[in-house]
């Protein structure tokens, strides 16, 4: 089976934008503040709003399953309160849920938290439960830069974080390093700020003990690892000047890379470069990049594609990119994948 | 012949680090300020500090010529205010021309700027104009984030930066966009900000009309372009839906990559992806990374080994790389070599 680690929600009903742009505007003026019960998007909408889209692609694409979260730019942690936040969260994250219901043999939830730029991490814990437990949630999203591209926040070494990590190690869950929208204007969101926060994240960890503390703590670096492998002579350089370990080894069962690389010279490095145990298959449809590439007649994040072209993969290898992987880092997707004989 | 565009004065004698050190002191103690001329370091200094370092490499590499700028790290235009920036820059930018005087013919500098943040840009115009005209410098460099990690400061597409387009333009020299040292604990300096800044610096480029405004600017963008031709095929996709022209053609005479990419893998994608007229040989040596590859046994960033063994490249496009494009984007370089018959 062919498992995608990295999908979000980006084709919600319009409702929700409608929903939250009344929540933005109520920061300032309590009066035109929404209730979450508000927002109404009846199931016949979420089938549709995923039928013609992800899912039709999912099946030209031959792809079985998306680890599905809330839409990444419109998280923005920024705007607003913890309170503001935190509704915000729940109401996204219950989409995502009833779509894996609707649709609970090709979508399974990870959660976006509830995170606000100088509040204290443990305010996500309740939600990061709530997602685990309630919803059958397999991984979250950690925004490292919930300010929006002014990186005020200490790095994800800090004990700041403590609390999150705490929790994922207890329901041995993994994050996947994700900022949001970009409010500072140095910083193309998509082009940029993603890249950027992808390799900011690297170092961070590479930099830090942080597994010494959280020996099991998983951390996915999507979008290829931003320019990590393109440059890991350069990394593996850096930490043999630290006397850190080889970089390959440090990767251990900590670090992953996904594979949103969207031409095939990048996926023939990332996979030449990073040990196949270290990869997950991700395609971040429909994302940052939905139009077709004129040089392939194929859409630039049809990622199988350049996955399936790349001739120095062993089949194991593939296989382990594909579903081996991911069934390894999100081992409670493994788990109700196996209660279904999966 | 061979020629580096990317190298800093990183072995400058102990001397200027301690004047640099009490320059610091004396932002807060006006009583313990020095002064420019108490800096004192003689030719023979200069001499050795290059003799055993920078051209024992080249020599070892047969590299000809290094454009040749004061070390990147130590910029810090975080530091102080315009004035502080204004003598430091002075100090190291006549380090470089002293270097090119005792070597002249494998060195040329490339200038500095005092830039300093929120400080108007036409104050670096009189240090850019003495460094061309007195020093016969052939290039600058140029900081989009001279708040070191906190992007304060406009995208270059920014009327802000103009006053110095202006010059460059003038002129008919190239900048190298290249940050300094980060003072934000979330980004480490080699790691993550100057790759983060190629990138960033790339995308505010490509959403821009700057060169519609200024034709003949060239930027070239350092540290193989960060992230960026790893991810060409997600950048050709941002292009398209930004209704952009062709990456390949957009790039133009205007914008530039050079070769600091630390392994082999790393530079045959970015001789596949990028087209060799916009490619400029470079090491930035001796730079981040000094160690030796276990993996090859040669220093990481002896990138003309990885260029010689890019099969893929022809003759044509390899003299281009080393000699060819160098030549046309640093016009006055080309001018002083054949004022030399070179």
């Known amino acids: 089976m062919i498992i995608d680690v990295h999908g979000h929600y980006t084709t919600a009903p319009k409702a929700l934008e409608e929903w939250r742009n009344r929540q933005i505007a109520g920061i300032a ?44 730019s419109f998280m923005a942690h920024h705007i607003g309160d913890f309170a503001v936040s935190a509704t915000w969260a729940s109401i996204c994250n219950e989409l995502c849920h009833r779509v894996s219901l609707l649709f609970p043999d090709h979508f399974v939830g990870a959660a976006m938290l509830p995170q606000s730029p100088g509040v204290d991490t443990k305010s996500c814990v309740a939600e990061l439960e709530r997602c685990v437990t309630e919803y059958g949630f397999v991984g979250i999203n950690l925004n490292p830069d919930p300010s929006g591209g002014h990186w005020t926040s200490p790095p994800l070494s800090d004990r700041y974080w403590y609390p999150i990590y705490e929790k994922m190690v207890e329901y041995d ?6 900022v949001s929208t970009s409010c500072n204007a140095c910083f ?39 320019a990590v492998p393109y440059h890991w002579g350069r990394f593996r350089g850096l930490a043999q000047a ?20 969207y031409h095939q010279p990048g996926i023939d490095l990332l996979t030449q470069v990073i040990p196949a145990g270290n990869i997950l298959f991700a395609s971040e449809m429909i994302g940052a990049v939905r139009g077709i590439d004129p040089e392939t007649g194929f859409h630039f994040d049809d990622t199988k ?11 194991a290898a593939r296989l382990a990119i594909y579903e081996g992987n991911a069934r390894a880092v999100f081992s409670r997707l493994d788990a109700a994948l196996r209660a279904k004989a999966m």
Request: charged share 20%; glycine share 6%; proline share 5%.
């Open 242 to 261: 630290m006397d850190r370990p080889k970089l390959a080894e440090w990767l251990g069962r900590n670090v992953y890379f996904d594979t949103c690389v």
């Open 29 to 72: 003026d309590a009066a035109v503040r929404p209730k979450a019960s508000e927002l109404r998007i009846s199931d016949d909408e979420l089938r549709e709003s995923i039928e013609h889209n992800q899912l039709a692609q999912m099946r030209a694409r031959n792809i079985d399953l998306t680890v599905f979260s809330p839409r990444a």
């Open 305 to 315: 594609r350049y996955i399936d072209a790349a001739g120095h993969l062993s089949g």
């Open 188 to 226: 193309h969101t998509t082009g940029a700020h993603y890249l950027n926060a992808d390799t900011t994240a690297f170092m961070q960890l590479l930099t830090s003990d942080l597994f010494t503390d959280f020996p099991t703590l998983k951390v996915v670096i999507p979008h290829g690892g931003g």
């Open 173 to 178: 869950i993994p994050a996947m390093v994700h």
